[in-house]
């Protein structure tokens, strides 16, 4: 039985929700796709988490983290170095979390007080530190900001041709992909709407962003990012990454570095 199976077993049986699980992984490594019967909450505190479903997919720097309810059958991709935080509970535990998969704004405090959960063991008694921080987590997790900002997977099979080449090959424009499809741009933008509730325009800037965050976790400069994601120069890139995340390329290199150092040093002395 593998590392991944046996956490889910141990999660699936808890009799004291919620529970924590720490994990590492190497970068690339791979987890198939399966479920959980409680909801859960996936935080990378080192390095970025691709996370894929049937309706699509997110990437997810150190400033975000993943609901996803229950039965959700999901699969998970490691980019860089992973340190992965797990937090499990059923979903009554936080009725204000959506029934959908979201993208949940990590505040400090809820940084922190997911970095202290695996310290705590099941049971924990009532009216203890242990129950006094997994009831702020979980308080904390409610009354942050959430985010729609994924990819969606679409069904009409000849879109999902042009999503693929896009992600290949994002300089793509409108055009070229209606001349590879031999089909009206006009038809194509229809596609985008019907299909995917979006335009070709924002899913493309959604497909470029999750590259991005991909190769920037991979130690590439922003330039060669920027060209690799089909920008014409690294202002055009920058502007539109820090108007999606709220910070430039150069700032979120320098807060995913701190954010290593610090998660490196907390692993140390938990070690030690």
């Known amino acids: 039985m593998d590392k991944e199976e046996t956490t889910d077993k141990c999660i699936v049986t808890s009799q ?29 505190i080192e390095g970025v988490l691709v996370i894929g479903t049937a309706t699509g997919r997110w990437v997810l720097p150190s400033n975000r983290a993943l609901w996803i309810p229950p039965n959700t059958e999901h699969w998970t991709r490691m980019v860089g170095a992973v340190q992965l935080r797990s937090l499990y509970l059923q979903h009554l535990q936080a009725p204000r979390m959506p029934a959908h998969c ?11 007080l997911i970095l202290s959960a695996p310290g705590i ?19 904390e997790l409610d009354c942050t900001p959430l985010h729609a900002m994924h990819l969606p997977v679409p069904n009409h ?7 693929n080449l896009l992600i290949e090959s994002p300089q793509l424009d409108l055009a070229e992909c209606a001349v590879l499809l031999a089909v009206n741009p006009k038809t194509l933008r229809r596609w985008f709407m ?10 493309r800037r959604q497909a470029r962003l999750q590259l991005a965050l991909e190769y920037l976790a991979k130690g590439e400069s922003v330039l060669g990012v920027a060209i690799a994601t089909g920008y014409a120069n690294h202002s055009a890139f920058s502007a539109m990454f820090r108007n999606e995340l709220g910070v430039s390329p150069v700032e979120f290199i320098t807060h995913r570095r701190r954010a290593d150092q610090l998660a490196t040093g907390r692993s140390a002395a938990h070690l030690s």
Do not use: N
């Open 16 to 44: 004291h929700p919620p529970g924590t699980v720490f994990t590492s992984f190497p970068d690339g490594h791979w987890v198939p796709s399966h479920r959980h019967d409680q909801a859960q909450l996936l935080y990378a």
């Open 121 to 139: 063991r099941e049971p924990f008694s009532a009216d203890t530190r242990s129950e006094w921080i997994m009831k702020l987590l979980v308080d």
């Open 194 to 203: 019907d299909d995917l509730g979006m335009t070709f325009g924002k899913w």
């Open 102 to 112: 979201c993208v949940v704004e990590v505040s400090p405090l809820l940084r922190e």
């Open 157 to 163: 099979p000849k879109l999902a041709h042009v999503c």
